[in-house]
């Protein structure tokens, strides 16, 4: 499983980096509404940072507009991913740009068939948000189930990107049902390594090793 981390905030994705396990960055206009006026350097910015893929959405409405600003945004750098709501209106601004070669994330989903059809159109990733079903008393993560086998069944490029995880159990469950992508916010990241098990287990190894009184574990 790859693994995006959800934020625009480039000192949470310096912090993240180095440990080798950030695979790429999603971002969307809320999450770069917090960043300050200068978005088109905040992206940049990002996209120099990592090596992955960036997810960058268009915030244009009209179809014709959202082509125009998908192709701005896909030529920011080569690892530009654009993001584009699922919307019918948009189902042909998809194709076309798909056919000329730009990578797409279709955001916003929320049933297997709206999947199927961006499957159809050979996007790059597909993004069910399984946080807001579950804000509705629906359980997201067997849509998640659901579009992984869909998508192997029917031999799809696409890959499933499990978006709107918000705890730590979201995360675990689409692991287990074989998402593709998983993008997290940091403070997930920072919940998952402060395990309070881990903690006690590393303080116990450090109170064994002081009864001995050795400075060098080698000499």
């Not at 008393?137 to 998508?151: P, Q």
């Not at 031999?155 to 074989?178: C, D, P, T």
């Amino acid at each position: 499983m790859k693994i995006f981390l959800d934020t625009a905030d480039r000192e949470m994705i310096e912090k993240w980096l180095p440990t080798g396990i950030v695979d790429g960055v999603t971002t969307n206009p809320s999450l770069l509404s917090k960043q300050g006026q200068d978005t088109k350097q905040v992206l940049l910015d990002i996209c120099k940072m990592v090596a992955g893929d960036v997810s960058i959405e268009v915030v244009k409405k009209d179809p014709e507009e959202v082509y125009v600003q998908a192709k701005e945004i896909s030529a920011l750098a080569e690892n530009v991913v654009v993001k584009i709501p699922f919307t019918f209106e948009y189902l042909p601004v998809m194709k076309r740009l798909v056919n000329e070669d730009v990578r797409i994330n279709v955001t916003l989903i929320f049933s297997l068939l709206q999947a199927l059809l961006v499957a159809k159109l050979g996007v790059t990733y597909i993004s069910p948000f399984i946080g807001r079903w579950d804000d509705i008393d629906v359980n997201g993560v067997e849509l998640i189930g659901k579009l992984v086998h869909m998508v192997e069944q029917y031999g799809f490029a696409s890959q499933v990107l499990a978006a709107s995880i918000r705890h730590v159990m979201h995360w675990h469950e689409v692991a287990l049902v074989g998402a593709d992508v998983a993008t997290v916010p940091p403070k997930l990241l920072d919940q998952i390594m402060n395990h309070p098990l881990t903690v006690k287990g590393i303080q116990k190894f450090d109170d064994d090793w002081k009864k001995l009184g050795k400075q060098d574990l080698l000499s």
